[in-house]
C-alpha cells in the first residue's frame, strides 16, 4: 500500500487532476488492501440537468428517443426545481469500461466518497456477481446502445413517428415480461447484434415462415397437425418471455417492429440483474466506499473536516427510519445490505457462540473480505438474506413479523418474535420479499389456437391468491394483443390449475394499420 503523500485535498474545491489523485488512491486501496477486480473506469462530470436527463433515460450514455422519457425528464425537473428532491450524486453504469457520472456540484470530499462507491464498489459487483455474468454483456452494452439509438431513428424515417412510438408503447408495457429467467444456451453478444440483425431482415426476404404457411385460411380447412402437445413444442411452449415470443412468432409485424421488440428485450435483460441484487449491490458499494474512505483518513489523505462530512454524509445514507416514523417506507436496502455485509465482517473475525451455530462455515474463519467477495460474486437479494441474515443484525435492527390478512376478523397478527424459531421465520419472510418468484406474476403463453381465430392463451399462474389487478391488466393486455394482431385471452389458474379468473383483449386498428 502506497500511502496518499499529504492530503488529496483541501477544503470543498476540486478540479480535475484531484479527481485524478483521489481515483488513483482509491484503486490502490481497492486492489492492494481489499481486492477488487473491477473494469476499466471512466469518470465523467456532468451538470444537474446533465444528471436529470440521464434520470429520463433510464441512466443510459446512449439510449434510443422515446416520449416517456422527455415526461419523465420534466417530472423530476419540476420537482428538483422546487426543492422537492434531491439529485443522486452518481449514476454508475454497468459497462466497460465502466462509466460513472459525478455531479459537478459535489464537493471534492463528495466526489471521493462517489468514486469509492461506484467506480470500485459497484465496479466490482457488476464485473463479478454471477447474474450480471450470466445476464449481461458489459463489452458490448455501449456499442449496442448506439446501434438501438441510430435503428430507432431510421425506422421513424422510414416509416414514421408515430407508427414507431406505438411499437415502442406496447414493447414498454411489456418489458418486465421481456426476459429469461433462466440461463440460455449461448452468452448475450451484443457487439454482433447490428450485424445479426442485417443477417436477419436478409433471411426474412429469401424466406417464409413455415409455421404459418401452414395455417389454414378459414375455418373450412384443417390443420395439419392437431396435435396439443406437438403444436406447444413446434412454438417451445410455455414461453415466459413474452417479447421473445411476439418478435419471433406474431403473425402480422414487419421484419422492422419485430427489431425494435428485440431491442428492447435486450434492453430489459440488461436490467434483469440489477433489479435481484438491489440489496447486496448498494450493500457492497456502501462498505467499500466505507472501507476506503477510513483508510484514506488514516493515511493522511483525508482531513478531519473532510473525513466528518464524509461521516455525515455517509449516515445519511445509511439512515433506516422505524416503522413508526412518518419518512418510513420500508427498509432501506443501502442501511440493509451494509448492515449485513457488517455482520458478516463481525462472523467472520469476532463470532459469538450464537453465531457459530448459524453460520458453521464462516464463523471464525478470520479472512472477512475473502468471503464478502465470494458473497458478492454468488448471491442475489433473496438467497443473500436467506442465508446470512442472523439473529444478531435481526435484534438490533428490531425486526419483527405482522400478517394482516384481510380474510381474516381479528386484526394484525404478531407471527414471529425474538426466538430461535421467530429469527427463521423472519429471515424466510423478508428473502420471500426479493423474490421475483413469489412477487412478480408468472405468466406465460400457454397455447396458440392455430386451427381457428389464432386466439393467444396465456395463463397467469396465481401464487398465495393474489390475482391481477384489473386496473393495470387491461391495459397490458391490450398492447399485446395490438402486438400479437389476434384475440388474446388470460387465463388466471390456482396451483391447480382451476381457472380463477379470465381477462381479454382484441387488437386495436391503429396498430394493425401500421403493420
Known amino acids: 500500500m502506497i500511502a496518499p503523500s499529504g492530503l488529496l485535498f483541501e477544503g470543498a474545491d476540486w478540479d480535475f487532476p484531484t479527481l485524478q489523485r483521489i481515483h488513483d488512491a482509491c484503486e490502490d486501496i481497492s486492489r492492494s488492501e481489499l481486492g477488487l477486480d473491477v473494469y476499466p473506469n471512466q469518470i465523467e462530470v456532468i451538470t444537474a440537468e446533465q444528471m436529470l436527463d440521464a434520470y429520463s433515460s433510464v441512466g443510459m450514455p446512449l439510449f434510443y428517443k422515446h416520449w416517456s422519457f422527455g415526461k419523465h425528464f420534466a417530472y423530476q425537473e419540476a420537482f428538483y426545481r422546487k426543492g422537492f428532491t434531491g439529485l443522486a450524486y452518481e449514476i454508475v ?4 469500461p465502466c462509466i460513472s457520472y459525478l455531479m459537478e456540484e459535489n464537493t471534492a470530499t463528495m466526489q471521493a466518497l462517489v468514486i469509492a462507491h461506484a467506480a470500485f464498489g459497484h465496479n466490482h459487483f457488476f464485473k463479478n456477481n454471477y447474474l450480471f455474468r450470466q445476464w449481461t454483456d458489459a463489452n458490448g452494452i455501449l456499442n449496442y446502445l448506439d446501434f438501438a439509438k441510430r435503428y430507432v431513428a431510421d425506422c421513424e424515417e422510414r416509416h414514421g413517428q408515430a407508427a414507431v412510438e406505438r411499437i415502442l408503447d406496447a414493447a414498454h408495457a411489456l418489458m418486465s415480461h421481456g426476459v429469461h429467467r433462466y440461463p440460455g444456451r449461448k452468452t448475450l453478444d451484443l457487439r454482433r447484434e447490428e450485424e445479426r440483425e442485417r443477417e436477419r431482415r436478409a433471411h426474412a426476404e429469401r424466406v417464409f415462415d413455415d409455421l404459418w404457411r401452414t395455417v389454414p385460411a378459414g375455418p373450412g380447412r384443417s390443420a ?10 413446434l412454438l417451445r411452449l410455455p414461453q415466459e418471455n413474452l417479447l421473445y415470443f411476439l418478435e419471433k412468432t406474431a403473425p402480422r409485424l414487419q421484419p422492422w417492429q419485430r427489431e425494435l421488440l428485440r431491442i428492447v428485450r435486450h434492453v430489459a435483460q440488461y436490467f434483469y440483474p440489477q433489479g435481484q441484487t438491489k440489496v447486496m449491490n448498494e450493500g457492497a458499494a456502501t462498505f467499500v466506499h ?3 474512505m477510513n483508510r484514506l483518513h488514516e493515511l493522511g489523505g483525508l482531513s478531519d473536516g473532510n473525513f466528518l462530512e464524509f461521516l455525515q454524509s455517509h449516515t445519511n445514507v445509511v439512515f433506516q427510519p422505524t416503522y413508526d416514523d412518518p419518512r418510513f417506507s420500508g427498509l432501506n436496502p443501502y442501511a440493509l445490505g451494509f448492515a449485513m455485509m457488517q455482520d458478516i465482517e463481525r462472523v467472520v473475525t469476532e463470532p459469538h457462540d450464537e453465531d457459530r451455530a448459524w453460520f458453521p462455515d464462516i464463523a ?4 472477512a473480505l475473502a468471503v464478502l467477495r465470494d458473497v458478492w460474486a454468488n448471491y442475489r437479494d433473496e438467497s443473500f438474506i436467506a442465508q446470512f441474515l442472523g439473529p444478531r443484525l435481526m435484534r438490533r435492527l428490531r425486526l419483527f413479523h405482522l400478517e394482516d390478512d384481510p380474510a381474516r376478523s381479528e386484526g394484525v397478527k404478531v407471527t414471529a418474535i425474538h426466538d430461535e424459531r421467530g429469527y427463521r421465520q423472519m429471515r424466510r419472510a423478508l428473502a420471500r420479499q426479493f423474490d421475483p418468484g413469489w412477487t412478480d406474476p408468472n405468466i406465460e403463453v400457454f397455447d396458440v389456437d392455430l386451427e381457428g381465430d389464432r386466439r393467444l392463451i396465456l395463463h397467469h399462474a396465481v401464487v398465495n391468491g393474489r390475482l391481477l389487478e384489473p386496473e ?3 391495459p397490458v393486455l391490450q398492447h399485446l ?3 400479437w394482431g389476434y384475440d388474446v385471452v388470460l387465463h388466471e389458474v390456482d396451483p391447480s390449475g382451476a381457472a380463477l379468473k379470465e381477462h381479454a383483449a382484441r387488437p386495436s386498428r391503429t396498430l394493425l394499420a401500421a403493420a
Open 364 to 367: 471464525g474463519t478470520g479472512d
Open 290 to 292: 466505507y472501507r476506503i
Open 224 to 233: 395439419p397437425d392437431r396435435d396439443l402437445e406437438r403444436r406447444r413444442a
Open 481 to 483: 394483443a395490438d402486438l
Open 93 to 96: 453504469i454497468n459497462s466497460s
Open 472 to 474: 393495470g391488466t387491461g
